[in-house]
């Protein structure tokens, strides 16, 4: 009885120490903006200056923008057995037994092609990442490196969505004006 008790125990540790792996994230799609390549590309600009991105790589002959890593959920934590403030944005896994998860980061890569006039493609693709450590009871922490999480895809959406507003607002507001 002891015996069995004492290995139900061992296999519940052995379980518990493997982590959960997030879901390997899908590939981003193309989105259609209503708008021209320069309205698009500006409105593009605007954004992620508005959301607190600092743009690090823009070639816009190629059409690409990439931001630097952005602090998004500075309270997320997450244990083996506790995830606390847990985000829309991403999905890290679950750390294993003697590690601890804290806060997100995370950066944009977006991608622009001209189709026709009016019209324009957009792929936004969001990478994040959190601080692992080593955390058992008492000792120290010990820093163990960036883990990488899986994004939702639902930040990519906002982001095409913000864009594609704000070029319309943009186009509007110069037909109110009287303006092509």
């Known amino acids: 009885m002891r015996g069995g008790a004492l290995a139900l ?8 120490c493997g982590g959960v792996v ?6 981003q799609e193309f989105h259609r903006l209503e708008a021209d ?14 959301r607190g991105y600092e743009i690090r790589a823009i070639d816009r002959a190629a059409g690409v923008m990439e931001t630097g ?14 995830t606390e403030h847990e985000d829309r944005y991403s999905v890290c ?3 294993t037994l003697g590690q601890a998860f804290v806060s997100k980061r995370g ?3 977006l991608m622009l092609q001209p189709i026709r006039r009016g019209e324009t493609r ?4 969001a990478f994040f990442r959190t601080h692992g450590y080593r955390h058992f009871l008492f000792w120290p922490h010990r820093p163990l490196g960036d883990v ?9 959406d906002e982001i095409w969505l913000q864009i594609q507003l704000r070029a319309l607002s943009e186009h509007l507001e110069r037909l109110r004006k009287g303006a092509p």
Not at 38 to 49: G, H, P
Not at 122 to 125: F, T
Not at 148 to 156: A, T, V
């Open 37 to 50: 390549f320069d309205r698009a590309w500006e409105a593009a600009v605007q954004t992620l200056t508005e």
């Open 107 to 109: 950066r944009l890569s």
């Open 122 to 125: 957009l792929r936004a693709e």
């Open 9 to 16: 125990i061992c296999v519940g540790l052995l379980a518990a």
């Open 22 to 27: 997030p879901p390997s994230p899908a590939p």
């Open 148 to 156: 990488e999480c899986s994004s939702r895809g639902r930040l990519e």
């Open 93 to 95: 896994g679950r750390p």
């Open 69 to 82: 890593w952005l602090t998004i959920n500075p309270a997320y934590s997450a244990t083996i057995f506790v």
